[in-house]
């Protein structure tokens, strides 16, 4: 069984720029959460989408977006980055009840400079 | 609103010897909590969790965690590490009305000495 595949694994972009961060669930997952790990605050929830619909959102400022297709593929989106975005992002997918297993991916690790 | 406090940051140990990494958490509903490693440059990966029912639970890789609901907390523990064990290990909670929202608690990093 497949695992949960992120992509890129690493990224540098330039602030001021865009970013667009891809997650593939594992099949028949219909859930997938975003976290961001950084140094200072740890790992945050970003947002969480269950078929195609945003359940959940962490506090976040509205440069940071989601969505999720028909197949349960998720992208993030961060618009206009800042230095501080600079982060290990990672995505998690689950059936989507409350306190089945989360799974992980390897995490998209983005540099702003 | 829940709360995660992980209540040591780093934790050496020598292999071979016990180890406790101890997680308190806060919650005005029910919860449910977890255990989850990460290796360098990887991501989590659930050690176990607690959904409901006996107190202890146990795990792979030999970790086993006890939950206390008087004291709040959930402390990881495994009687004997090995250099493999070196990792940092995440104390998380979510609650159980559905949506799936991990709240973490700052991570303990777990350093096995030879």
């Known amino acids: 069984k497949a695992g949960v595949t992120q992509t890129p694994r690493y990224l540098i972009k330039t602030r001021g720029q865009q970013v667009t961060l891809s997650c593939s669930p594992i099949?028949?997952?219909?859930?997938v959460s975003w976290y961001q790990q950084t140094p200072g605050q740890g790992l945050q929830f970003l947002f969480e989408?269950?078929?195609?619909?945003?359940?959940n959102k962490g506090n976040f400022p509205g440069r940071f977006s989601g969505r999720q297709f028909s197949n349960s593929r998720s992208e993030m989106n961060v618009s206009t980055l800042e230095l501080g975005d600079s982060a290990l992002y990672l995505c998690?997918?689950?059936?989507?009840?409350?306190?089945?297993?989360?799974?992980f991916g390897q995490g998209t690790r983005l540099t702003v400079v | 609103a829940q709360s995660v406090t992980q209540l040591d940051s780093q934790v050496p140990v020598f292999e071979e010897a016990p180890v406790e990494l101890r997680c308190n958490y806060s919650s005005s509903v029910s919860v449910y909590l977890f255990w989850y490693v990460q290796y360098p440059n990887q991501g989590l990966q659930l050690l176990l969790k607690?959904?409901?029912?006996?107190?202890l639970v146990k795990g792979i890789n030999g970790f086993e965690a006890e939950f206390n609901k008087s004291q709040t907390s959930f402390h990881l523990r495994k009687p004997s590490v090995h250099i493999s064990d070196t990792a940092e290990y995440f104390c998380a909670v979510s609650t159980i009305q559905g949506a799936q929202k991990l709240v973490f608690g700052q991570g303990t990093r777990l350093t096995i000495n030879p």
């Open positions: 607690y959904l409901s029912g006996s107190t």
């Open positions: 998690a997918s689950s059936l989507g009840q409350g306190g089945t297993e989360a799974f």
């Open positions: 099949s028949g997952h219909r859930s």
């Open positions: 989408y269950f078929s195609e619909t945003q359940r």
